[in-house]
């Protein structure tokens, strides 16, 4: 009976070998955070190490995206990532979800949420595990990309409308 199971564990997981799910490669940059806001080389590098693999047009695969059902994991997180926040695209979002967004950046890096930890497991990407200065770097530049916003618009087109409910039929 043993046997039997472990053969049919074993042809299934030769079978999903091969529905893969497509990878995040378009490196479509038409509407990149960079465009807008100025940033740092030191920014850009953390942007880069620690977030654009999970929140931007180009993900860079590590070899054990090649084995399923890790392949799946990885495109679920890769696409609930870019669902939140996509570097890529950020400059085509209205100004107050950029503004928003923007918050949004500040409050996770500052409570250690981002990188997630299971992108560092198990000393996977350990260049994504950010030193305290790094993390300050990136809020102050956040901050920085905010107070231009407050100067350059007026103050009520950075805020997020209300959702109003809908009403019950």
């Known amino acids: 009976m043993f046997k039997k199971i472990a053969l049919g564990l074993l042809a299934i997981l030769v079978i999903i070998q091969f529905f893969r799910p497509e990878k995040n490669l378009s490196d479509d940059q038409t509407h ?4 807008k ?11 880069r190490v620690a977030c654009d693999d999970c929140h931007s047009n180009k993900t860079a695969y590590p070899w054990y995206v090649n084995i399923q059902p ?4 990885l495109d679920n997180h890769v696409q609930e990532g870019k669902r939140e926040l996509n570097f ?22 500052d409570e250690n949420e981002m990188p997630l930890k299971s992108y560092t497991y198990l000393g996977l990407h350990q ?3 950010l030193t305290d200065q790094q993390r300050q770097l990136l809020i102050n530049w956040v901050k920085q990309q905010m107070t231009m916003l407050k100067n ?4 009520d087109s950075l ?5 109003t409910p809908k009403a019950e039929s």
């Not at 990149?32 to 465009?35: D, E, M, Q, R, V």
């Not at 806001?37 to 942007?47: A, C």
């Not at 350059?152 to 103050?155: I, K, R």
């Not at 805020?159 to 959702?163: F, H, S």
């Open 159 to 163: 805020k997020m409308k209300k959702r």
């Open 152 to 155: 350059e618009y007026p103050a």
């Open 32 to 35: 990149n955070i960079a465009l």
């Open 127 to 129: 260049e994504a595990n």
């Open 37 to 47: 806001y100025p940033v740092s080389g030191e920014v850009k590098e953390i942007l």
């Open 70 to 73: 890790v392949a799946w994991f």
């Open 88 to 109: 890529s695209t950020f400059t085509k979002l209205p100004v107050a979800v950029q503004n928003h967004k923007f918050d949004e950046i500040i409050e996770m890096v």
